[in-house]
């Protein structure tokens, strides 16, 4: 897949290392040099110095090659206007924009693009530390390895169904934990009941 990542901060050049360990064709622009030269030794990607609203800027990192587009800046504003720009003008149907303010983020989703918050995601985090018994875990299967972590729902999901709830980026929904401790495994192609005191057990590939 050919990945355009549009901001050279921490998160921006994560995402690109992340995804150019992963064989992914990468190029990540900035317009600030000295972003790009903090990117690892290791990575094989192609840097772009240029503004990302910038059309002439996007055109010649080759966003118009690209199958996917990831805005990163720390800014919500540009992350839109760009994401909009990547969707509209150049016609990439899949966009992913990070969200600092988590109120803003149905204004992503109604713009049609996936949207990351990570102040959600380190919120999520925080509160299942203290709250949890049940701490994040690995599991090794051969060469990969799956990263499991439960996650304490609120109550406003209680009478809900799983099918409901939003999982962030490459999670997947293995199955639910019940306040008394019972572990309710997710089938393939059935939803379970949703009740105050549950946790959502996420999975990710991380090898």
């Known amino acids: 897949m050919n990945v ?11 995402t690109a290392e992340l995804l150019d360990q992963l064989g992914h064709d990468v190029v990540l622009i900035d317009e600030n040099a000295e972003n790009l030269a903090l990117l690892s030794p290791d990575f094989q990607g192609v840097t772009s110095l240029g503004f990302p609203m910038d059309l002439n800027s996007l055109r ?19 992350n839109i206007t760009v994401g909009q720009m990547a969707k509209n003008v150049f016609g990439i ?6 969200i600092s303010d988590p109120e803003r983020e149905s204004v ?3 713009l049609g693009l996936l949207s990351v918050c ?22 090794s299967f051969g060469a990969s390895t799956v990263a499991l972590e439960a996650r ?10 799983t099918a409901q709830l939003e999982a962030r980026p490459g999670d997947g929904l293995l199955g639910i934990v019940r306040a008394d401790g019972r572990f309710l495994l997710r089938e393939l192609g059935a939803e379970l009941p949703l009740e105050e005191g549950d946790m959502a057990v996420y999975s990710r590939m991380i090898d």
Request: aromatic share 4%; hydrophobic share 40%; net charge positive.
């Open 4 to 14: 355009m990542i549009v901001g050279g901060g921490l998160l921006g050049r994560r």
């Open 60 to 78: 010649e990192a080759g966003i118009e090659s690209c199958d996917a587009v990831v805005v990163a800046t720390s800014d919500d504003n540009l």
């Open 93 to 98: 149907q899949k966009v992913a924009s990070r």
């Open 108 to 110: 992503f989703q109604g």
């Open 118 to 139: 990570p102040t959600n995601m380190a919120a999520d985090k925080l509160v299942s530390v203290l709250t949890s018994p049940w701490q994040s875990r690995q599991v």
């Open 152 to 161: 304490p729902l609120e109550k406003k999901w209680a009478g809900r169904t």
